[in-house]
């Protein structure tokens, strides 16, 4: 998943030079515009990833826990 991200980000990096380059900024307002653009994008998504994992899996072990608690006979409705 961080590779993912980290190319992604890297892709928007380029697209960014690309971008300044044809605005006519100088050479070093191209590259730190553009590499503040990548920092931010990465750990944007770093983070939106991480929150996705965590969610997904406190789901999954909520399942299991109700399908165990089920199958040992400690439900509310019984």
Do not use: C, H, P, W
Request: charge should be positive; aromatic fraction near 14%.
């Amino acid at each position: 998943m961080n590779k993912i991200i980290f190319q992604f980000g890297l892709l928007v990096f380029f697209f960014s030079v690309i971008y300044f380059t044809q605005k006519g900024d100088s050479l070093q307002q191209i590259v730190l515009n553009s590499f503040a653009i990548f920092i931010i994008l990465t750990v944007m998504l770093s983070l939106l990833s991480i929150m996705l994992i965590r969610s997904i899996n406190k789901n999954s072990f909520d399942k299991i826990n109700s399908y165990s608690e089920d199958l040992a006979g400690t439900n509310k409705n019984e």
